[in-house]
């Protein structure tokens, strides 16, 4: 395996890791405040977490993208 694809490896799971988190706590804190619980809070927490993860990775992936080209 090249370094550069290495890199991409590496840099591709820290980014899965990163927006995953990001839309955990965000939706564990919108299902909290609401105060929604048991299994009805946790499938809208799943469904959340899953929207703002996947717009964290498509934003962060256009970005650095972009950036990248800039160059």
């Known amino acids: 395996m090249r370094l550069l694809q290495r890199g991409s490896i590496i840099g591709s799971i820290l980014g899965i890791v990163v927006c995953g988190g990001l839309g955990g706590i965000t939706a564990w804190s919108i299902v909290m405040l609401m105060g929604w619980n048991g299994a009805f809070g946790a499938i809208v927490a799943a469904i959340i977490g899953m929207v703002v ?3 964290a990775w498509a934003a962060l992936t256009s970005l650095l993208r972009a950036l990248s ?3």
């Open 53 to 55: 993860a996947t717009g």
């Open 69 to 71: 080209r800039a160059r």
